[in-house]
């Protein structure tokens, strides 16, 4: 799996973050953190999505910031912001991508 760390640029991030504002979390992190199951919905969703919305419980051990941007770094997607308990996560499909990004 390559390291494709391309930082997005501050336009791409707010037409992912206005793409994002509509989205319902589809992956969460509970009490059990960063574990295996968490890691491949979030990828699987990646896969298939490309933008997901990531939500932390309340019961979660770590901090909504550090637990996103940890499933970040586990699935090689670009953390684009974190407001509150949610986080939003992009990963570009290489062999079929959606979105055009600006």
């Known amino acids: 799996m390559q390291d494709n760390a391309s930082i997005l640029t501050g336009k791409q991030k ?49 901090e909504p910031k ?3 941007t940890a499933l970040a770094q586990a699935t090689g997607a670009e953390l684009v912001q974190v407001i509150g308990r949610n986080g939003l996560l992009y990963k570009r499909n290489e062999e079929k991508s959606k979105i055009e990004l600006p």
Do not use: C, Y
Not at 38 to 57: D, G, P, T, W, Y
């Open 66 to 68: 550090a637990a996103i």
């Open 14 to 62: 707010r037409f992912l973050r206005a793409l994002g504002s509509t989205l319902d979390p589809v992956v969460q992190i509970g009490k059990g953190g960063i574990v295996n199951t968490v890691v491949e919905s979030a990828a699987q969703a990646l896969a298939a999505r490309e933008i997901i919305k990531v939500r932390v419980l309340q019961n979660s051990p770590e």
